[in-house]
């Protein structure tokens, strides 16, 4: 079942185009790897995505709904969760604060709930907690419950910001580049983290570079090159594809 | 037709002023991304100081001008490094807390020495007409002191070296400091530069109005009007902008009323900030 | 979130504000103290308002001046003018304040940054300026007199009312602050780009807060006008936007204490050393600029951090919250 289609999505900026008509579906419960060398508008695509851009051609359908140009609150809130690049926190909050927030959308309390302490307020706060628990187990962060976010060693950091997306129960996750500046061992144990994700029921997309990694855990890969779409399938026909070897020329596959 | 003709030359001088402290302050803000609130207040202490030098010191207008320009170009420098400089890192509205504390420092100790408005004599004191308008002189003067300073920057900023590295970290900050720019360097250049445009503009206007503690605070928030809606950094944008907003005042005082005229530019930009938030021109993104 | 400080200080700072004025009631000089203290205790109000929005959602607002003013003579001309009741008054002034302050949000609240503070102060200025030509309105220089009922007649009675709207502002503060709305409200100061992608308005929970802040800094320009027992066009000044920011920061920002403790701390000192008179604000300026500086999260924040760094230093280990 399709969980999210892209058609035709287009993206500017002044003479460059970022994103270029690209198409691509992705199925419910897989994990799809976007892959391409520098430059070639992953990280545009997830913004697209995600709503932090606005595109300027083309359609994105989350689960049927026609989502495109919908505000980055509106498209999280319709189940996509997401982590950036550059890793994402509240820094100077404490952890669970982190995930509070991350829970928040799911939440209806407002400022008469606030101020009157109402059952409403008392039970979303318990469920949030609860949630807490459920994820900080998922995704082994216990041990952090009260540290501040900007001070946990960098492995840490990128799972906490998984956490957060994780908290808001997403349908699809777009995780851009989760292991990067991470070393072997760490990239092992996020590894294995986005394969407990899918198996807990929730879909992956993940924009990566380091293709061992992506040959085994990815259920289908999409390759970019300046914008472009030049592949699409599953992980054996992408890497024999030659537009995928010429684009990665110079960079190892195996 | 002659009282309109006449407006507009008012006008043109009253953006002089504008255009020269706003151009200082675009530097500052799209620069160093520094919200200079005290600017206004640098213009003030010009003021004061040409006051001192001519009125007790007896030193002649002209001398006086260049050595206010180089007094307060000095005084930036001092400002950055002792103010500005140790709140790098922080949030900007710690910079804007910062320059809120000069503002009340420096008012407070001008107000506390001479608290009554002071005049300050005209260097040339005639009238003269032309195209059937009666003009004073240092209206004029005013007027062309703007237009010499603003071609001497566009110099400075397109033919010396100095001047380049400055456009350069105008538009890419980072970019700059890694081709070799001291970005130390530069701070202190463009504050240097931006505080004597402004002791300039003080300068040349002192005798035409009247000097006064509280001149520089609704001066200063004007110019940020002017930066915001021509650009953050842009030099083209604060000129248009600074000689558009004078124009239009001088004519709103003359025909509408003079008791809204300081709500007028705030109206503006509060409708433009509301339809674009980024500014008219665009440019850096707050 | 952050944590109030032990319930026993507490209860001895509230004794010692409950005291306070029947000490004082005992001379003549101590009466006029009273009144000293009631106005602090109004601008600590004015001061936790704008707590909401700059300390909790990051956003630096100039305009409380005259939203302050606002509020004053919305109670002024209902209670004078349109002939309601006190307590009705004060209550419809909270409202035309917080209405005001919504529809003032709603365009200035998409700018950001220094863009805000400058709209902000703009629309302040604006304030001023049309109070001060809108005769009919403001009662010009005159301005406009206050008539309060005879039971709150007496200066220390007034004293108990303020302290009273003090403490239920600061349960309110509190409410919101440890709430689900309140970790809305500190994510957009702390990230807001991530707030967004985490399914949260920052745009509307911004509105929400201004708007409530708007309330609250109503709630003191109304008691400040029954105090004074007149108001004039300067309830509107902008420069008290620039007081209430300097008292908030010099307090320390996002905590409870801060706000009350820069407001009283600082508006007492103020009054304290009127003698000095326009160098007063040239050591405030200097206060300011070394306090910013050096001690950024305020004098509160700064005993925080101590306190935190003690802690860490001679260890109790970290607490799981409530």
Known sequence: MKLLSVEGLTKRFGGLVAVNKVDFSIESGSITAVIGPNGAGKTTLFNLISGSMKPDEGKIELDGRDITGWPPYNVARAGIGRTFQTTALFEELPVWVNLVIGYRMRTKSGLWDAVFSTPRARREKKETTERIMEVLSFTGLAEYFNHTAGALPQEAQKRLAIAVALMGRPKLVLLDEPTGGVGLEETDRIIELIGKIRESGVTVCVIEHKMRMIMNLADSIVALNFGVKIADGSPREVCEDPAVIEAYLGESIA | MSFFFKQIVIGIQLGSQYVLVALGLTLIFGILDISHFAHGHMYMIGAYLLYILMVLGGVNY??????????????????????????????????????????????????????????????????????????????????????IFIVLLQLFIKRTRLGTAIEAMAQDREGAALVGISVSRMSALTFAVATALAAAAAVLMAPVAYIAPEMGSVLVLKAFVIVVLGGLGSIKGAIFGGYLLGILEALAIAYISSAYKDVFAFGVLIIILAIRPTGLFGGREA | MKKYGKPAALFVILAIAIALPLLLNMSRRGKFQIQVFTIAMIWAIATLSLNLILGYTGQACLAHGAFFGIGAYAFAICVERVGINFWPSILIACLVTATLGFLVGLPSLRTKGPYFAIVTLCFNVIVYNVFENWTWLSGGIKGQTVTIPSYLGERWVRYYLVLACLVLVLIIERQIVKSLLGSSLIAIRSNENLTEAVG????????????????????????????????????TNYLYSFYILIYLLIGGVATLAGPVVGAIGIFYLLERIQSLKEFRFLIFGLILVVVIIYLPMGVVG??????????????????APE
């Open chain 2, 62 to 147: 002209w001398l006086a001008l260049i050595i206010c320009m180089a007094a307060l170009a000095v005084a930036g420098v001092i400002v950055e490094r002792v103010i500005y400089r140790p709140l790098q890192g922080s949030p900007s509205i710690n910079s804007f807390i910062a320059a809120i504390g000069m503002i009340l420092f420096l008012e407070a100790l001008v107000r506390g020495i001479q608290p009554t408005s002071l005049n300050v004599p005209k260097p040339i004191d005639r009238t003269v007409t032309f195209l059937g308008i009666t003009m004073e002189v240092q209206r004029l003067i005013v007027i062309a002191g703007a237009i």
């Open chain 3, 302 to 319: 700064g005993i925080k951090q101590f306190w935190e760094w003690a802690k860490d230093k001679w260890g109790k280990p970290a607490e």
């Open chain 3, 200 to 235: 949260i308005s920052s745009f509307r929970n911004k509105l929400l807060s201004f708007t409530v802040s708007c309330f609250l800094v109503g709630l003191a320009g109304a008691l400040f006008a029954m105090e004074k027992g007149s108001v004039d066009t300067t309830v």
